[in-house]
């Protein structure tokens, strides 16, 4: 059993294959947070926790005459509550009907069982059976006010991964407010640490920053509605030194698509906190008695052996427990979709003669993005009327449909389901579906309104129109796209007092809607987006295997773009599409080969005019799409190494399959330089006794005479010496100039 209660020293142990975490319920009922890391035996931990009241410190009342060391504000503990003495950023806020904002956690009671819990609206990880899954439940209580905490920990033993939820109960006499309701503390006594935040913006997501913690607080968040392309709602905590290969490193991320705060704080001992959960700033929810909240699901894992045993840790955790159904383990489509090629300007002929040329070159699904609905000649009008606009089309959706599908092809449409424009029969049918405060004009953000799925009606209506546009098209696919943020934080359909529900209640109905989508359609592909990935989270990821990464195609923007999503989320659901040049973002140049290799570490397709290819890059396309599948197994299951980052001359990634039978090594050149050094790898995973050969995917005749043998199969290394000595990249004829290296045990 991986969850152990010890009753001597009143110690909760959750073990996972290699890491433990420890829990201690102390004299006066607090729960301390006693131990996370490496996998320990089973003592009591808590001698660790050192009792060091400062003398400015409080004292719960019961200690006060006496035991002065015992202070909230100093002791690490699972979940604090603000009132009862700790000064620091606490987890909990909750006021009463008085106005008194007060909660004093203390156990009350514990329940281990096998298998995974449920957080009933809300996306989690899931657990298929219940071998190797446990949970445990501790129940926290304020005396007075009756008000109980319920903190959740799902332990995953072999992903070594924990969960965390809590659910807060008004177990007394009158209403509450939540204020704050975090859904992980993790309090560490000991360690300096430096926080690993991935900040980014439109076209330029998750890149890495990573600075020391120093005394006050760190913290990074959303107030827009939606997890946002600022900041992402998942962080690494640590250790000084700590790099791929060697160092302790924890992380943590949110399951969820709203607003967030991710704090770190360091405190006057040098103890750091972190916290993550919903943004309390316009979170305010009302709990009559008897009433729950459920706080969305945090994941956290460990590593002693650096960032890439903690990305790895992540990497299975999310392809496993967190994607699910009928795609979780299916190669995905390599697709075509159309906004590059056309944006708003086509016609059904004009797609049909796309899709032709795409299914020659080996594509299997087109998506045909936004424009096919209501009046929607560029992005002031339309969105909201979801109906085939068939004077534009020249053709019934049914029939284009059935066009693309002919070919052999997959047919896929983009929404935007939360969002209405103006000028739509929409609006004008339901002014007050539009979020808005009342007397005021709302803002917009290109050009759109958002629409309220707060609201069941309105959730009822999208689910019904979705459903009907989807049957008639006959889309194995969907593009779910969210392109502005919400401001005007107002639902019609909210009393006033409730108002401060709303932008939860809002992502609860986004859920709703995708769940009620997938119900109905268990084979449909959904992929996330929001003006690329500004809404790239474990949340959506419940529901959409695949999340376009980012707006930016640009082979080499995407190198950092997709080395920072990389940290705690693996290729197989990142969205990643070969576009035309000069890039429609950056105008530059890339060559084809450097555009599909970086493609290719994700979920792979082209977003061209393929009418506007020559002969030539069209069969290089056939050949890249052939390797893509040959190779697709070893890039979504296998494991992935950061072996240079973009930072460098050269960066470079490896993939090697579960088996250690196959790897893929990508380099991709920045700028070349007169007489460049070569540069050398260390590759990793490899089966250490198995002979390799290496050869390049394209462009093998570019190779240096010295290069040719070695990169064209011509012998055999071991992986003990790719490992231990390394190869060298072969040399870039030019600028961005990519190479495919892949291995096979001889
Ligand atoms: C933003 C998305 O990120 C793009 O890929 C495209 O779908 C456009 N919206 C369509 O308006």
């Given at each position: ?199 980014g913006k439109w076209a330029g997501e998750r890149r ?21 392309a ?110 590059e ?190 003006s690329g990935g500004a ?13 376009w990464t980012s707006d930016n195609t640009d082979a080499i923007d995407r190198l950092f773009i997709q ?13 990643a599409h070969?576009s035309?040049?000069?890039n429609h973002q950056t105008g530059r ?9 970086v ?8 977003e ?139």
């Amino acid at each position: 059993m991986s969850i152990r209660y010890n009753p001597d020293c009143r110690t909760i142990t959750l073990n996972t294959a290699r890491t433990t975490y420890q829990v201690k319920i102390d004299r006066l009922g607090v729960a301390r947070h006693a131990y996370y890391g490496a996998r320990t035996a089973d003592e009591d931990l808590s001698y660790l926790v050192y009792e060091k009241g400062d003398g400015m410190s409080v004292n719960p009342y019961e200690a006060g005459y006496g035991d002065r060391s015992y202070s909230l504000d100093t002791l690490p503990q699972e979940y604090s509550g603000f009132g009862s003495g700790d000064y620091r950023e606490t987890a909990l806020s909750v006021r009463d009907a008085r106005g008194a904002e007060c909660a004093f956690l203390r156990f009350e009671s514990f329940q281990i069982r096998r298998g995974k819990y449920g957080l009933g609206p809300l996306p989690s990880a899931c657990a298929d059976a219940e071998a190797g899954v446990w949970t445990l439940v501790l129940r926290l209580c304020d005396r007075e006010s009756g008000v109980s905490a319920d903190l959740y920990y799902g332990v995953f033993e072999e992903e070594d991964v924990i969960t965390r939820a809590v659910r807060i109960r008004n177990g007394g006499t009158g209403p509450v407010t939540l204020e704050k309701c975090a859904s992980l503390q993790l309090d560490f006594q000991y360690g300096a640490y430096e926080l690993v935040t991935f900040p980014g913006k439109w076209a330029g997501e998750r890149r890495v920053n990573r600075e020391k913690l120093t005394r006050g607080v760190k913290s990074v968040g959303s107030r827009s509605g939606a997890s946002g392309a600022f900041y992402n709602p998942s962080a690494i905590l640590a250790a000084a030194g700590t790099g791929e290969t060697r160092g302790e490193a924890y992380g943590i991320a949110f399951v969820y698509s709203g607003d967030f705060l991710l704090q770190a704080e360091v405190s006057e001992f040098d103890s750091t906190r972190l916290l993550l959960g919903i943004h309390p700033d316009h979170f305010r929810w009302t709990l009559a008695p008897g009433e729950t909240f459920t706080a969305p699901e945090a994941v956290m894992a460990y590593s002693d052996a650096g960032l890439e045993c903690l990305s790895h840790r992540f990497h299975r955790f999310v392809q496993d427990r967190i994607v699910r159904g009928y795609w979780r383990d299916r190669r995905r489509p390599v697709l075509l979709n159309s906004w590059e090629g056309t944006y708003f300007t086509f016609t059904g002929e004009k797609l049909l003669r796309m899709a032709r040329e795409a299914q020659a070159f080996g594509a299997e699904l087109f998506v045909l993005d936004d424009g096919w609905f209501g009046k929607r000649e560029d992005d002031r009008s339309g969105l909201g009327d979801w109906f085939p606009n068939e004077r534009k089309l020249g053709m019934s959706m049914a029939e284009l449909g059935e066009g693309i599908r002919a070919m052999g092809l997959g047919f896929g449409l983009w929404f935007e389901p939360e969002a209405v424009s103006e000028d739509s029969d929409l609006f004008r049918a339901h002014p007050d579906w539009a979020v808005s405060v009342p007397g005021r004009k709302p803002s917009l953000g290109r050009y759109e309104l958002v629409l309220d799925l707060s609201r069941k009606d309105v959730q009822d209506w999208l689910i019904t129109r979705m459903e009907a546009v989807i049957r008639e098209a006959g889309a194995a696919y969907v593009k779910w796209d969210f392109n502005r943020n919400l401001t005007d934080l107002y639902s019609a359909a909210l009393p006033a007092e409730r108002q401060g529900e709303f932008q939860h209640r809002f992502i609860l109905g986004t859920y709703r809607v995708l769940g009620a989508l997938l119900e109905a359609f268990p084979g449909l592909l959904v992929e996330g987006c929001s003006s690329g990935g500004a809404r790239f989270d474990l949340g959506m990821l419940c529901f959409t295997p695949q999340i376009w990464t980012s707006d930016n195609t640009d082979a080499i923007d995407r190198l950092f773009i997709q080395y920072g999503t990389s940290m705690l989320y693996p290729p197989s659901v990142m969205g990643a599409h070969v576009s035309a040049v000069p890039n429609h973002q950056t105008g530059r140049v890339t060559p084809l080969e450097t555009r599909a290799a970086v493609a290719m570490a994700g979920c792979f397709g082209y977003e061209l005019d393929p009418e506007r290819l020559t002969e030539a890059e069209k069969e290089r396309i056939r050949a890249q799409i052939g390797r893509y599948r040959d190779l697709w197994d070893t890039v979504f299951r296998g494991k992935y190494y950061r072996l240079a980052s973009p930072e460098e001359d050269v960066t470079v990634w490896e993939s090697v399959s579960e088996d250690l039978g196959q790897a893929l090594v990508t380099a991709v050149y920045g700028t070349v330089h007169g007489n460049m050094y070569v540069k050398r790898v260390r590759l990793r995973g490899l089966d250490p006794d198995a002979a390799y050969t290496l050869r390049v995917l394209e462009g093998a005749e570019r190779l240096p005479a010295q290069a040719r043998t070695l990169f064209t199969g011509g012998r055999t290394l071991l992986g003990q010496t790719l490992m231990n000595q390394g190869m060298y990249i072969p040399p870039a004829a030019c600028d961005r100039q990519a190479w495919q290296i892949r291995l096979d045990r001889a």
